[in-house]
């Protein structure tokens, strides 16, 4: 299918795509198909569905690309290590 047509969409449901494409850095198309995609079940037709495991997979691609920054930078200072906490008492 390649296009669609959507008219008369309710204004709560306008506000939650634009919030989805904002959080998400993604076009409204995108955001739309996401959201689409969520509400069937996470597949979408002809798609493998993904093995969900017990872990983190549930949240990935969930965070901007803002949010991925202030992440990682957040985790640069626990990454380094303490070369005199290392070393062997004797």
């Known amino acids: 299918m390649k296009q669609i047509t959507l008219r008369s969409i309710p204004e709560n449901v306008k506000k939650t795509v634009k919030k989805e494409a904002e959080r998400k850095g993604v076009s ?3 955001a739309i198909i996401s959201l689409l995609e969520q509400a069937v079940g996470g597949q979408a037709l002809g798609k493998k569905k993904k093995a969900l495991y ?3 997979d549930h949240m990935a691609g969930l965070w901007s690309r ?3 920054a202030v992440f990682d930078k957040s985790l640069k200072t626990q990454r380094k290590v303490d070369a005199e906490l290392w070393k062997k008492s004797r």
Do not use: I
Request: glycine fraction near 0%.
């Open 28 to 30: 409204l198309n995108k």
């Open 54 to 56: 017990r872990d983190l």
């Open 66 to 68: 803002e949010e991925a």
